[in-house]
């Protein structure tokens, strides 16, 4: 069935590394993805998008990686601060009438001082 | 700040209860859908509005409802509560076809 799941539950990092948080989806004809942070008691705040034409899109201290021959994405997070400890959510949007978007069960980033 | 909102941001209702949703988005967003967040998991896809029509429905019975405004709010309506009903609700609005972004939340107990 169409699903995006996560590879990695928990991924816990020290300040200042790098991080990555990986995603599989299993839809090939999801022409959207998203990436989207929760913070505990909040609802999911945007990170950055990308389209299926794409395999890399940049934003300020992230990147997203597409990779559509494995239907893998990835989240990159530079130099990660403690502001960044969250649970972190791969989203694909189904190309059919509506734009639905389909969630993992997310990753939770945790950033040790 | 997404300019979406929700109210109430949290609510108490018993079994068989019926319970009203309100989310409010940004002048222009002509989409939008509700979610259902179970404790630990991702968001699930309840339904979506399109100019006030209902534009797609997720694996939800049919007790769950919604309505959306001309003045860029809508209603997400539940008959009938049950105790698996406990959730955070999410709405989240756009422009369509591009990014939704999501309010607060309504976290709803049913007792």
């Known amino acids: 069935g169409e699903s995006v799941g996560l590879h990695l539950p928990t991924l816990s990092v020290q300040e200042g590394d790098n991080s990555i948080i990986n995603c599989a989806y299993s839809n090939s004809a999801s022409d959207y993805f998203i990436w989207y942070k929760q913070e505990s008691g909040k609802g999911p705040q945007f990170i950055i998008d990308?389209?299926?034409?794409?395999d890399k899109r940049q934003g300020q201290r992230v990147t997203v990686l597409l990779n559509k021959t494995v239907k893998h994405l990835s989240l990159q997070i530079a130099a990660t601060q403690p502001g960044d400890s969250a649970v972190y959510f791969c989203a694909e949007r189904q190309t059919d009438s509506s734009y639905k978007l389909i969630f993992g069960s997310g990753t939770r980033l945790l950033v040790r001082p | 700040e997404t300019g979406v909102t929700q109210s109430p941001t949290h609510l108490i209702k018993t079994r068989g209860q019926q319970v009203t949703l309100r989310c409010s988005s940004q002048s222009g967003h002509n989409t939008v859908s509700w979610y259902q967040q179970a404790l630990g998991q991702g968001p699930q896809f309840i339904f979506q509005y399109y100019r006030e029509e209902e534009n797609g429905r997720g694996n939800f019975p049919p007790r769950f409802s919604g309505l959306q405004f001309p003045n860029y709010s809508s209603e997400l309506n539940v008959n009938a509560l049950e105790l698996d009903d406990s959730a955070l609700y999410l709405c989240?609005?756009?422009?369509?076809?591009?990014?939704?972004?999501f309010g607060p939340g309504t976290r709803l107990t049913v007792l």
């Open positions: 990308i389209r299926s034409n794409m």
């Open positions: 989240a609005s756009g422009r369509a076809p591009d990014t939704q972004y």
